[in-house]
């Protein structure tokens, strides 16, 4: 992934948020979010030069329908490229996008993670 990561931009507007050099997540969807647009990605679903054109036309809508910049997150705009993208180039439909990204939003939080700290595999 590490070789991935050197096509992201440090700066300019399709560049993520980031703390001393480091990725930033405020919430735990918007690394799955990240995730998974790097796993397509690494799948040469898609060039990056595509993800970074539709993040910067996300960014763009937002900032026209949002001319003082308040409540700006730039991971709901990275969901939104994505699934443009992957509408555009026929891969999924929206409407499936929109309808996983409630079933894992709905999900309670640690659902998937073994909390039995005695079992050892």
Not at 7 to 36: H, K, M, T
Not at 60 to 85: C, I, V
């Amino acid at each position: 992934m590490t070789d991935l990561l050197a096509d992201i931009p440090a700066d300019g507007p399709a560049a993520p948020p980031r703390a001393n050099g480091e990725l930033l997540f405020e919430q735990p969807w918007e690394s799955q979010i990240f995730g998974v647009t790097m796993a397509l990605y690494g799948q040469q679903l898609f060039a990056w030069s595509e993800f970074q054109a539709a993040l910067i036309a996300a960014v763009k809508r937002w900032e026209d329908a949002h001319p003082d910049g308040a409540g700006y997150r730039y991971y709901e705009r990275w969901y939104e490229a994505l699934e443009s993208l992957l509408g555009n180039l026929g891969v999924v439909g929206v409407e499936l996008v929109d309808r996983r990204a409630a079933e894992f939003a709905a999900r309670p939080a640690g659902h998937d993670h073994d909390h039995d700290h005695d079992h050892h595999p």
